[in-house]
């Protein structure tokens, strides 16, 4: 019996699998992946959200966006960057840990027409508004 994986539409052995993962990546390939990364980037801040982003080539699959939720629409804030995410083909990556606790989620995604990786940290506020804000 073989065993298969999924991979864009096609299945394909698990040997083939791991060799399509370890074969460099195409010119194209990375531009599609780094497309994909700023464009959820952009997406975010168009939203009014705070990103900041970790995409060097160097850090490889460590690469991150973190986003810091606002204080008021904190709740919204966090199921708007789950909807985005999702809205623009990333899933979660079930081969990295991810961790969800009250003030900082970090989730490990996968973009499925690219193949892009990376880790997104929503930062939730903690503690009361100062004045300013509350104003």
């Given at each position: 019996m073989q065993t298969t994986t999924e991979?864009?539409?096609?299945k394909l052995s698990r040997p083939a699998a791991a060799a399509?993962?370890?074969r460099p990546l195409t010119i194209d390939e990375i531009a599609a992946q780094?497309?994909?990364?700023t464009e959820v980037d952009r997406t975010l801040r168009h939203?009014?959200?705070?990103?900041?982003?970790?995409f060097q080539p160097q850090l490889g699959i460590d690469r991150a966006l973190h986003v810091r939720c606002r204080l008021a629409t904190a709740g919204l804030d966090r199921k708007l960057v789950y909807a985005v995410l999702d809205e623009q083909g990333w899933n979660a990556d079930c081969a990295r840990l991810s961790?969800?606790?009250e003030f900082v989620d970090t989730?490990?995604?996968v973009h499925q027409p690219?193949?892009?990786v990376?880790?997104?940290v929503i930062r939730m506020p903690a503690g009361e508004p100062s004045r300013a804000e509350a104003a």
């Open positions: 991979g864009r539409g096609a399509r993962r370890d780094d497309h994909a990364r939203f009014g959200l705070t990103t900041k982003t970790h961790h969800f606790c989730m490990r995604v690219s193949g892009a990376m880790a997104v």
